[in-house]
């Protein structure tokens, strides 16, 4: 069997290691303890084992350079237990994109600079498996740091592992996330009311929104029987939601589709008897 030669220790549970002249960051309980430069690593005790490729390499090494290596440790558990739960290989990008997230939150918490998450409701109802998993890398961070990132980190540790997973920029995650929540902001002017954001029918309308826009993307159809009825029965809600129609549109470049708009008006009217 092959060992890992140690190159750097990263924490008690991480390493990057040396093995066959490929360069690797090994996940696994221990492994860094009492290890240095030069120790040998059987591969029995690696839980997780990331491949460096040459064409992330270098953005890891500057990572490594600029980043406490703490920290750069802390991520590799956060990506590894993710890694094991989800049961995929995570985008190599979260690499580099974590460790930078942590330690810029870290820099804020130094400062004396409050962390807000605006979109913090809307993150919980669009990610739901992320947002358990960020709930315990805020957990592990702050259990590893002696520090108290607030709950609010939660939803931006959210959209990175969401980024990672669907193989996209976390500038991507956060842009549709933002987009939503300006729809909901505009659901409210046109309510002409503050809509409780921790109420099921808030949730709802955050879910049906996000898969209004996933049947338009993937050009599916769907075809509502019920609208006559809520042209008629619910005459103020539709026009409402016609609104609500363009202002998604606008948003988000599509053409939602006159069947969708009545099911729209079906959620503005929970919304609005709340």
């Not at 029995?44 to 490729?53: M, T």
């Not at 609208?227 to 470049?253: P, R, T, V």
């Amino acid at each position: 069997m092959v060992s890992y030669v140690v190159k750097k220790v990263l924490n008690n549970n991480v390493v990057i290691a040396v093995k066959e002249e490929c360069e690797f960051i090994l996940v696994g309980k221990g492994i860094g303890f009492n290890a240095k430069k030069g120790s040998l690593i059987t591969e029995n005790k690696v839980g997780n084992v990331f491949v460096k490729q040459s064409s992330d390499k270098s953005k890891f090494d500057v990572v490594l350079k600029s980043i406490d290596r703490k920290i750069v440790g802390i991520s590799e558990e956060i990506i590894s237990l993710c890694e094991n739960e989800l049961g995929i290989k995570l985008n190599a990008a979260i690499h580099t994109s974590l460790p930078d997230h942590i330690n810029f939150a870290f820099t804020r918490i130094r400062k004396g600079i409050k962390i807000e998450n605006p979109f913090l409701n809307e993150i919980m109802v669009l990610y739901p498996r992320e947002y358990k998993l960020a709930q315990k890398a805020l957990d592990m961070i702050n259990e590893s740091f002696d520090i108290k990132l607030p709950r609010d980190e939660v939803g931006f540790i959210c959209m990175h592992i969401n980024a990672a997973i669907v193989r996209k920029n976390v500038s991507d995650t956060v842009e549709y996330t933002r987009k939503i929540g300006d729809i909901m902001k505009f659901i409210s002017v046109i309510l002409k009311k503050d809509i409780d954001k921790s109420s099921l029918a808030y949730e709802r309308t955050v879910t049906h929104i996000n898969f209004v826009l996933d049947r338009i993307m993937k050009k599916q159809t769907i075809k509502n029987l019920l609208l006559d009825s809520i042209k008629k029965q619910m005459y103020n809600e539709y026009g409402l939601a016609l609104k609500l129609a363009i202002k998604i549109e606008s948003l988000f470049s599509v053409k939602v589709p006159e069947d969708e708009v009545g099911y729209l008006a079906i959620h503005l009217k929970r919304l609005k008897e709340l």
